[in-house]
Structure formats: structure tokens, C-alpha cells
């Protein structure tokens, strides 16, 4: 996994982006992001998603993006969401500059749309 350059007490925002039909309907979704609020507890926070352009973002503020990540790929294994679909990004609160960790070697830009 990339090593993300933000400092480990530094607030970061994670991004899980995934294409908009990666679930089979808004009931799905919302048990997704249940699942990582629960899993992701008290160290990190579901800061909510966002849907639109063909995407779904959930985001997440977290002192530590690399352990952040590591619960979200042991819940994204058993979601069934192909995970050649999901990009993974962080970056500094405040900086509009996102680095991809996930998938390692990803170079494409990473946006909100």
C-alpha cells in the first residue's frame, strides 16, 4: 500500500469512490455505510456520502488513513462490490490535493465530481 505523506496526527479525509450501481438498490448503500461506521468506530468517522456523475462517495475524517483503509478493504471483501471498482484516496483537510493508496499504482486523477 502507498505510504500517504500527511503526518499520522493529522486529520485527513478518506474517499471511497464507487461506480453508482455498485449496489443493488439505496437500501444496500445505506447498510454499506452503516457497516463502516460500525466497524470503523470510535477512531475514525463516517462523515457521510455523496451520489451524482455516475458515483457514490462515502467519506471519512481519521487521524490514521492507512488503518482507516485497512477496515474498509476487510469490509469491502465481503460486500460483493467487484474490487476492481473502488478507488481509494486521501488528503490533508484543507488541501484539495487526493492521493490515490488504493489501488496501489492507480495514477489516474482522483475527483469529486
Do not use: C
Not at 456520502?49 to 458515483?55: A, L, N, R, T, V
Not at 467487484?82 to 484543507?94: D, E, F, K, L, N
Request: hydrophobic content about 45%; cysteine-free; charged content about 25%.
Amino acid at each position: 500500500m502507498s505510504e500517504y505523506r500527511g503526518g499520522v496526527t493529522d486529520k485527513s479525509q478518506l474517499v471511497l469512490q464507487l461506480p453508482e450501481d455498485a449496489f443493488v438498490d439505496f437500501d444496500a448503500m445505506v447498510a454499506f455505510e452503516d457497516s463502516l461506521i460500525e466497524a470503523l468506530g470510535q477512531n475514525h468517522e463516517v462523515d457521510g456520502h455523496d451520489i451524482g456523475s455516475g458515483e457514490i462517495n462515502f467519506f471519512i475524517l481519521t487521524n490514521a488513513p492507512a488503518d482507516a483503509l485497512d477496515v474498509v478493504r476487510r469490509i469491502l471483501a465481503s460486500s460483493g462490490v467487484a474490487p476492481s471498482a473502488i478507488r481509494v484516496a486521501v488528503r490533508a483537510i484543507g488541501s484539495g490535493d487526493y492521493e490515490v493508496l488504493w489501488p496501489e499504482g492507480d495514477t489516474r486523477p482522483f475527483a469529486i465530481l
